[in-house]
Nanobody
Framework: QVQLVESGGGLVQPGGSLRLSCVASGSFFRLYTMKWYRQAPGKQRELVAIAPIGGSPNYGDSVKGRFTISRDNAKNTVYLQMNSLIPDDTGVYYC?????????WGQGTQVTVSS
């Protein structure tokens, strides 16, 4: 069983920045591939970024060059640094991982980009 808890969402003006955090339970965080998804109202859930166990991160086309995913295995935490935010970035952001043939989701954190 893996529990994921996101934090860091909020209201920000266009052009602003936010950093999301996701803390995972368990002793095997270093073995988890961690992902961030988002879901805007009326739209399907969209993959935003992937932090693999090893190797380079991957990003959705809509966030490349603006968002950075990173992980701190000592703190069981994955981060999503979001810069140059635009209104289309508005949505609920979810942390996700697969472990032991099961998929786990956090409860989500709301990000609203508006003036």
């Amino acid at each position: 069983q893996v529990q994921l808890v996101e934090s860091g969402g909020g209201l920000v003006q266009p052009g602003g920045s936010l950093r999301l955090s996701c803390v995972a339970s368990g002793s095997f965080f270093r073995l988890y591939t961690m992902k961030w998804y988002r879901q805007a109202p009326g739209k399907q859930r969209e993959l935003v970024a992937i932090a693999p166990i090893g190797g380079s991160p991957n990003y959705g086309d809509s966030v490349k060059g603006r968002f950075t995913i990173s992980r701190d295995n000592a703190k069981n935490t994955v981060y999503l640094q979001m810069n140059s935010l635009i209104p289309d970035d508005t949505g609920v952001y979810y942390c996700n991982t697969n472990f032991g043939a099961r998929e786990y989701w956090g409860q989500g954190t709301q990000v609203t980009v508006s003036s």
